[in-house]
C-alpha cells in the first residue's frame, strides 16, 4: 500500500514553484522519498538527497522551496498511490464486503514488500507531534479519508442487518488493526501478523452483522 519512491502529480502547494513535472524534480522527489522512508524524514538532510539525486542546490529550490516542502510531496505521493490502489480494489470487487478483503489483502501484501519499513505516515506522525504542523495535517487528512472511505463500505456491509454494527466503529478497528500490523510485522514475522490482520477483517465482516 505504501510506495514511498514514486513520485507524487504535481499538485497547488508542491512547492514546484510552476516548473511542472521535470527529469531533475522527479530524481530529487524520488531519492528523497526512498531515504525519508528508509531512514526517517529529520535524519536526512538537504546536502544528502543533492549528494544521491545527485543535484545542485539551486536546483533543488528551484523545485522545492524548502525542505518542507519536499517533506509534503513525499507524503502527498504517498497519498495518491494509495487513494488508487483502494480505488481500484473498491471498482474491481464483486461487492462491498469483498472491497474491504482487498483492502485487507493491499495492507498484508505491502508487509512482504522487501523495502517495507512500516507505515510513512505513521513514522511521519512521529517525527511531527504538532497537531498545527503542515506535514502532521497532511497525515491527518490521509487517515481522515482512510477512515472515511472505509466507513462508507462498512455501511453498505452492514445494511439493514438486525445485527447491524456501527460502520464507523467497524472502520476504526479495521485501522486499529492495520497501524498494529504496520508496526508489529518485523517483529512478530510477516506470514503470522498477515494471516491475524486477515482473520480480524473476517471478523468485522461476519461478526458485526
Do not use: N
Amino acid at each position: 500500500m505504501a510506495t514511498p519512491t514514486r513520485p507524487a502529480p504535481d499538485s497547488p502547494g508542491s512547492g514546484s514553484r510552476g516548473q511542472g513535472r521535470s527529469e531533475a524534480r522527479e530524481r530529487l522527489l524520488s531519492t528523497a522519498s526512498a531515504l525519508f522512508y528508509r531512514e526517517g524524514i529529520r535524519a536526512v538532510g538537504v546536502e544528502r538527497i543533492l549528494a544521491e539525486a545527485p543535484a545542485t542546490r539551486a536546483t533543488f529550490y528551484r523545485h522545492f522551496p524548502s525542505k518542507e516542502d519536499l517533506v509534503l510531496a513525499y507524503l502527498r505521493g504517498v497519498d495518491v498511490h494509495i487513494r488508487a490502489d483502494v480505488q481500484t480494489a473498491i471498482e474491481t470487487a464483486p461487492s462491498p464486503a469483498d472491497a474491504v478483503r482487498a483492502i485487507g489483502t493491499i495492507v498484508a501484501d505491502d508487509l512482504a514488500r522487501p523495502e517495507f519499513r512500516g507505515c510513512a505516515f505513521l513514522k511521519a506522525a512521529a517525527e511531527y507531534p504538532d497537531p498545527h504542523d503542515p506535514v502532521r495535517q497532511v497525515v491527518l487528512d490521509h487517515r481522515g479519508w482512510y477512515v472515511t472511505t472505509l466507513t462508507e463500505l462498512f455501511t453498505q456491509v452492514f445494511g439493514t442487518s438486525p445485527r447491524r454494527g456501527k460502520p464507523e466503529h467497524a472502520a476504526q478497528h479495521f485501522v486499529m488493526m492495520r497501524d498494529g500490523v504496520m508496526t508489529g510485522a518485523d517483529l512478530d514475522g510477516v506470514d503470522s501478523v498477515g494471516a491475524a490482520f486477515h482473520r480480524g477483517v473476517e471478523g468485522l465482516l461476519t461478526l458485526l452483522r
